[in-house]
């Protein structure tokens, strides 16, 4: 690279936006062919439009737009990709009505196609002489193909401005997106994981299709589906939410489609269901893979007809909803199993998205945590509490079996039991430094086991942990959580009273 070549290079480093990019560019060319008049074009619509100018009148020359049906000089660069000298006058290319309104005319007039690294053509650069005779700039075949140089050279920075721009534009949007879910149940770290899922989430709301959420519980599922809401066309309409493992069947049906007065025992008055109250928004189905047979028949028709009919009634509403769907469960292992409809999994599944685990972005860890401490210390009207390395390293090692929500949970328990400002590793409880010498003393495959080991527990700890992760895996339905301990409900309503369990403040 020649020593005029890299003068060039530092002249233009340091501009990012495109559009002082391509001024500094167009003055430095003007100054060395001592001229006085350029301009850069770009294809737009039907148009060539003169998106910078520089010079005599430049301020008339900028927003010109050239018809493509008509020839002109810049046309004729941006389709051949060539460079060309065109005298103004005696150049059948020349597209004088540009000038009309311009008291100093074009006499000569140097054309460069401006082409990015991945090969396309971005548009053209003019250099004008307005000089009587054209006689100012230098037409040396040597020159010239120096200037070729450096405006390859100019491309490539323009090149680099434009994707540093979509860089920025889209770290905003995923600024906003993360700004938008910090303020709810769940926050987004900055691991690459977990960004990945924004970004789909993100194309997804520019259509209607059906989604089909699936990870482990408390990975964000419900917060997922909103920020596909509020970023779809239907942000302004309703966005209602029907978990359909936390009711009866017969009382999920009478929510989903609605009924009419007496059409069974209680039914005093008509009632609305979910997906005509949601018409023209979004309906978000968490834990699908629950939903009976009968009602995955139903929910089949609102797929497919777009109506619904409410219970007793014989006559059906069309309805204009979006569904999105989530789930904890394998749903092809439900359909082998002959639980759940295959031509339903299909309609639903139109796009899918998997939710990471908590351990498969401990990136977001230290971020999460510091998160729910200040959210929490400002709630409770208390001192802001740091972590220290030590501790931090057992919260990045541990498994969380309940994701995100055990996480949250845990900032609660450990700032009311932690008397310090610092929570250090001894705060925590005896289990995450168990935990963390078993993850050492894995074999070649460096799984973790599925469940920390016992030693290190006192009888209350073990119990107490135990009733936690099973209400975590159970999302706090108490009475699933204590048929899987094989209790009755008030036994094991009993035990979470006497080891200070409760939704709030654990």
Not at 402 to 410: A, D, K, P, Q, S
Not at 431 to 439: L, N, P, S
Not at 476 to 501: C, H, Q, Y
């Amino acid at each position: 690279m020649s020593f005029n070549q890299i003068n060039f290079l530092k002249m233009l480093s340091g501009e990012q936006t495109p559009d002082k990019l391509l001024l500094k560019f167009l003055l430095l060319l003007l100054e060395l062919q001592s001229v006085e008049r350029g301009s850069i074009w770009i294809k737009e619509g039907d148009d060539y439009v003169c998106v910078e100018a520089a010079g005599e009148q430049s301020e008339q020359i900028k927003g010109i737009r050239v018809p493509q049906n008509k020839p002109s000089i810049v046309g004729w660069v941006i389709e051949n990709r060539q460079m060309t000298i065109a005298e103004v006058g005696k150049d059948s290319r020349h597209y004088k009505e540009a000038e009309d309104d311009l008291d100093v005319k074009s006499n000569l007039i140097l054309g460069f196609p401006l082409i990015l690294r991945d090969n396309i053509v971005y548009g053209a650069v003019e250099i004008i002489d307005t000089s009587a005779g054209g006689t100012r700039m230098n037409l040396d075949e040597q020159y010239l193909e120096l200037l070729q140089n450096l405006v390859d050279i100019g491309s490539i920075a323009l090149a680099n401005s434009v994707e540093y721009m979509d860089k920025v534009r889209e770290n905003k949007e995923l600024k906003h997106t993360l700004k938008a879910i910090t303020h709810e149940d769940l926050v987004a770290g900055p691991g690459e994981a977990f960004i990945q899922v924004l970004k789909l989430a993100q194309s997804y709301a520019g259509t209607d299709y059906p989604v089909l959420l699936t990870g482990e519980s408390g990975t964000g599922k419900e917060v997922i589906a909103k920020e596909i809401h509020r970023r779809s066309a239907r942000a302004e309409k309703p966005f209602l939410v029907q978990n359909c493992s936390a009711i009866p069947r017969t009382l999920l049906a009478s929510e989903m489609f609605g009924y009419k007065k007496g059409a069974f025992t209680g039914a005093y008055k008509d009632k609305v269901g979910l997906f005509e109250a949601a018409n023209g928004g979004t309906v978000f189905l968490d834990e699908i893979g629950d939903m009976s047979p009968d009602l995955q028949a139903s929910l089949l028709r609102v797929l497919q007809e777009g109506e619904v009919k409410p219970l007793g009634g014989t006559a059906t509403k069309k309805v204009d909803v979006r569904i999105i769907s989530a789930t904890n469960k394998d749903l092809q292992q439900s359909i082998s199993e002959g639980t759940f409809r295959e031509d339903l999994y299909f309609r639903i599944n139109v796009l899918p998205l998997r939710l990471p685990p908590l351990r498969e972005r401990p990136e977001d860890i230290p971020y999460l945590t510091a998160h729910f401490i200040k959210r929490e210390t400002m709630r409770l009207g208390t001192p802001l509490k740091t972590v220290s390395s030590e501790a931090m390293e057992l919260l990045v090692r541990h498994p969380w079996h309940g994701n995100i929500r055990e996480l949250e949970n845990f900032v609660k328990q450990v700032l009311v039991s932690t008397g310090g400002e610092e929570i250090t590793a001894q705060d925590l409880p005896p289990f995450f430094q168990a935990g963390a010498e078993a993850v050492a003393e894995t074999g070649a495959d460096g799984e973790a086991p599925q469940h920390p080991p016992l030693e290190g527990y006192t009888w209350e700890e073990l119990e107490k942990d135990y009733i936690l992760r099973l209400l975590e895996k159970n999302k706090w339905v108490i009475t699933r959580a204590a048929e899987e301990a094989g209790l009755n409900r008030s036994t094991f309503d009993s035990r979470m009273k006497r080891l200070g369990i409760r939704k709030h403040a654990v």
